[in-house]
């Protein structure tokens, strides 16, 4: 059981280049996320999944796109990447809350992003 | 966004207790969490708040007023490996699916 796992762990791009971000869970979370962590701002949602074939915008999803065709994945896509984008970016699953309790977040590792 | 204040920094001496106040503003949630994450590594949850009172979890405590919008989590006898960030996150009524995070408190503990 490896919980989740996002990859590459690091990364370096060019402005403009694009790229995409794998993660995959295998707890049979209905519920996916990408966050991304900057120094002083916590981590912010960039969008979500509440199941396969849906996605959702978070609170910074500009110059990005997400896709979840099967349910133990979730891709985030940098069509042309912006040092703005240079972060720390974490995936996280959850299963749906079950017996009036709430459903903590399971986090992948990371992936450290620099954009040059 | 749900306005979520923690302190940036908090420094204590091993063996000790440490409080870390979390404020937040927002109409109403569905629970309050606390996540603890150690320097280069993912976030591990802690605990989480959905009424009033303290709920206890060994070393960790975390305590929720909802009237006044606030909530802390303490940890007691400190020791080196406690040193991290504490993140405190809120699941708002206004859209259950998703959690937001509070810039985090970073504890060093020294001996």
């Known amino acids: 059981n490896a919980g989740v796992t996002q990859t590459p762990k690091f990364r370096v791009l060019k402005t403009g280049q694009s790229m995409t971000l794998l993660c995959a869970q295998d707890?049979?979370?209905?519920?996916m996320y990408w966050y991304r962590q900057d120094p002083g701002m916590g981590l912010r949602l960039i969008h979500y999944?509440?199941?396969?074939?849906?996605?959702a915008k978070g609170e910074v999803p500009d110059g990005y796109n997400v896709s979840r065709l099967k349910k133990q994945n979730f891709l985030l896509g940098l069509e042309s990447a912006a040092p703005s984008q240079t972060s720390v970016y974490f995936c996280?699953?959850?299963?749906?809350?079950?017996?009036?309790?709430?459903?903590?977040?399971?986090f992948g590792n990371g992936t450290r992003l620099t954009v040059t | 966004g749900q306005n979520i204040d923690q302190p940036t920094e908090m420094t204590a001496t091993e063996g000790a207790i440490v409080q870390i106040n979390c404020t937040y503003q927002?109409?109403?949630?569905?629970?309050l969490f606390w996540y603890q994450q150690h320097a280069g590594e993912a976030p591990t949850f802690l605990s989480y708040?959905?009424?009033?009172g303290l709920e206890e979890k060994g070393r960790f405590s975390s305590f929720l007023s909802r009237s006044k919008g606030y909530s802390y989590l303490l940890l007691k006898e400190l020791q080196m490996k406690d040193s991290a960030s504490y993140l405190c996150?809120?699941?708002?009524?206004?859209?259950?699916?998703?959690?937001?995070f509070g810039a985090g408190t970073t504890v060093t503990v020294r001996a």
């Open positions: 996280a699953s959850r299963p749906r809350d079950r017996d009036g309790r709430n459903s903590p977040l399971h």
């Open positions: 707890m049979n979370h209905e519920y």
């Open positions: 999944s509440v199941g396969e074939g849906t996605t």
């Open positions: 927002t109409s109403g949630f569905n629970g």
């Open positions: 708040n959905v009424l009033d």
């Open positions: 996150a809120v699941r708002p009524f206004s859209n259950d699916y998703k959690l937001s």
